[in-house]
């Protein structure tokens, strides 16, 4: 399955870059969404990957009963999670207050910070 | 979103995820769930009750301003980290005491700082979505 | 500038006398030095500074540091107390002794550290707060553009500089001055050159040597007590210090002889001229000091006792001398309103003090006896003969030594013995704090000319000692050496320097046509500059386009090249891509992501790419649940499912897409897009084929129950093994929602302010 899923990855990341590029905020942030998919998904993969195993102690035992999953990329990947969705948060409601402001999500209008010299 | 039978089913629907959610807290140190996925669950309970009845009721039935909740939840966490240094132990290491027996097997349950943390870690998932989902459903 | 000093202004201020008592308290603390220095026991003091990068506040005080810092505080007093009259009244005095006390015990520190990176930090400490000091008249543009051409040139030198400290603690593997010297010459190594020159670049550009000359007849600018103080003891002798402390370790090669002797003679002949050519007194004694700098390069080149003496001995009469005659030219500006040479004449009836000070100084610049600009002069000819080029060291010698003989006539014999010139008002006798100063230092250059042992065994031979690296036989500092070749050099000097003086109206105009001839550097630098901002002006132009998608483009394109060179360059061999026993589950699940993803990029509607964001959502969440993480799946879907809330909440309220693929950059875009994504799946596949590692997994899961009582092993890193991670993170939602909580709520209160006005 990690074959697959580099390959999955490879997709999901190019369809990202792609959406990023778009000089629409709102594909932007679509692109953004993908990228983070695609980072857990390679975070995971690189732990390697066991069918239907979870990372329990069963009831009576010391340690896992055989090969369990590796628990600590599930780790990492539950806080990524978590964390990209904070970050998702926070870019669309930059991107909210900006079009409120600029009254538009093209992002090669967007350049109040970084005027360009021969547009004065 | 005025249907009443979907605000009647929201209050309902609340109820149960919110129960639910605590249940999942609890049981995550030992079967899937802990303060993450709790703190999700939690959240998405009073969201469902915000579309369904408005944010300002969602708010009142949460009592108390998300920011504050969730601050609250990372000061918990960071006072279950502190507890450690006043017995020795490096910053962050688990504290456990058995009720009821002198170990594991013994005791009937245990407070431990653990748990505190991951309380800390639900209230902030809680309190920070919350304070998210609401600024968006009020300012838009 | 010195008619703003208010006469009557009272000049015993708290600014003005405290850096005097401090700096004559320091020069009486030095003095107490000298009979332990005159023993050849050098002191140390260290501190640890930055103990992991082996630099360390360490100090040393040997023969060559404490003439210096003799010299610095002593003089420093001096001119610290002239300033305090000088500038008295300026409602800005107290900010100029500040910059120059600070000036001052930089200067201190640089002649004191042992350490090369503390020796580094007061050199740049010693320019920065002579760019205060030169652009102290801050009002005048030209006052500012020269601080700024000062602090450039000598800042680049001293990055320079620094480069080569760093080369030589790598290589030599000590930052001490004193270990460096005592290992002796590093000549035979291989870094040897490179080193050499950087530290030369350093060195020279401080001391201004030509071609980085012009900075220091610029900085006149700077009020006369301050021209006294750069020149006479300190910023400029800095490259010289450099020189002479690193004699035992960066001389004994070709390179160093050639390189100090060239650009040293030439330095000194130019200055030379230029100095005649001047009729601004102060500039006439910038380019002597300019002549002075190069004669002390020249000499620093030779590694016999005598060129070493001779250059110790000369840096010390220069000194006196110098700082004497500038403090004098302030003087006669602030008693008749002038500095030029062509109007001043016949001041020495009415300011007789000045006259005879300056005549003293002026004699022991032009090296007659019995002064010890005398014995200076005499022991340079006699090092020059014994130095391997003297062939080009005793002519330039000769010819600078004899213009410092015409120059000295005019500065110092012209103004007050010549016919009476045309004075802007009646001239009148300094105050005596400004006369303390040019007094002391002018018969100082007697008195040590007439008992040269006084000097010599104090501070002279210590200081050669510590340059040469070992003690040398003393004992050549007298006035009378006899009939030979240096003193029959010594007249024929006299007797050029005498004509030139005759002659000098003549010469100056004649030298004012060949150096309109010439190439002007300083109006080189000027375009030099100018260059330099049109370029950082095309690159930002370039480079910060302010959109976006250029940044990411750039970003994108630099990670693939990155990596893709460094994949061929390492070659990590073939990648297998077993795709073999995969169910139709695995399958269904990667169509669905593909589908999802398919949709997100090509569809022109919010909500059907909301759709298929949710849809790859839940395809990830199911490869999370078929391959053994319950916890990561439920999290996935939960976020999941907040992720389509709050689109469905925000976006729907924003613009409809634009229609996708029409703007001419796409394909472009469509390419590194897709060598973005071969490239993330090669490396992937590179990764799971390497064997993996899993002692931090076998660690969880034996520890996880027994150790810390959980039996989920996921919930149980997150709570107990990574707690801190986890906190961090928790942290991390919160200042993003609070972040995000805080864009939105108050750019409505923002909003609601402005409806308000």
Known sequence: MEALTALLVGVLVAASVYLMLARNFLRFLFGLILLSNAANLVIFASGRMTLGAPALVPYGMDTPDGVVGNALPQALVLTAIVIGFGLLAFTLALAFEAYRRLRTLDTDKMNDAEPREDAK | MNSIIFTAAARLLVALLLVFSVFMLLRGHNLPGGGFIGGLLGAVGFIVYSLACGPKEAKAALRCSPEALAMVGLGIA?????????????????????????????????????????????????GGILSLTFAFEEET | MAGDSDPNAPWVTTAGMLPVLVTGALFVFFLGYIPQIAAYAPVRWAWDWIPSLDIALTFWLDGLSLMFALLITGIGTLVMLYAAKYLAGQPQFPRFALYLFSFMLSMLGLVLADNLITLFVFWELTTFTSYLLI?????????????????????????????????????????????????????EHAMYLPILILVLIGAFTKSAQVPFHFWLPNAMAAPTPVSAYLHSATMVKGGVYLMARMHPSLSGSDAWVWSLTIFGGVTAVFASFMA???????????????????????????????????????????????????????????????????????????MPITATVAALAALSMAGLPPFIGFIAKELAYAGGLEMTLSAFVIPMAIIANALMFAVAGIVAWKPFYGPQGKLPHKPHEGPWPMLAGPVILGVLGLLFGLMPWLVAEALIEPAVAAVMGAPDTGGRLVLWHGVNLPLMLSLATFALGALMYWKHQQLRAALARIEAKGPDFDAGWDRLLDHFMAMAKGQTRVIQTGVLRHYLFATFTVLVVAVAATMVLRSPGSVSLSLGGLSVREWAIAGLALAGTGVVVLTSSRIAAIVGLGVVGIAVALIFIVYSAPDVAITQLLVELLVVVLFAVAALKMPHLDPTGKQRHRPWDAVLAASVGAMTTLVLLYVVDTPFDRRLTDFFEAASFPEAFGRNIVNVILVDFRTLDTFGEIAVVLVAALGAYALLKGARAATKKDEGQ
């Open chain 2, 78 to 126: 960071l006072a279950a980290g502190l507890v450690s240094v006043f017995f020795g132990d490096p910053f962050f290491t688990g504290q456990w005491y058995w009720v009821g027996g002198d170990s594991y097997e013994t005791a009937a349950f245990s407070v431990n700082s653990v748990l505190v943390f991951d309380i800390g870690v639900y209230l902030v998932v809680l």
């Open chain 3, 135 to 187: 652009g102290y008249l801050h009002v005048d543009p030209k006052s500012r553009r020269n601080a700024l051409q000062a602090l450039l040139l000598t800042a680049a030198g001293g990055l320079a500089m620094l480069a080569g400290f760093i080369l030589i603690g790598v290589t030599q593997g000590t930052f001490e001055l004193s270990e460096l010297n005592a290992a002796g010459s590093m000549a």
């Open chain 3, 276 to 350: 005649l050519r001047q009729t601004d007194l102060k500039q006439t004694l910038a380019y002597t000091t300019l002549m002075a700098l190069g004669t002390l390069t020249m000499f620093l080149a030779g590694s016999t006792g005598y060129a070493i003496t001779a250059a110790m001995t000369f840096l010390f009469v220069h000194s006196l001398y110098k700082a004497a005659l500038f403090l004098t030219i302030g003087v006669v500006d602030h008693g008749t309103g002038t500095r030029d040479a062509d109007l001043l004449g016949g001041l020495a009836r009415a």
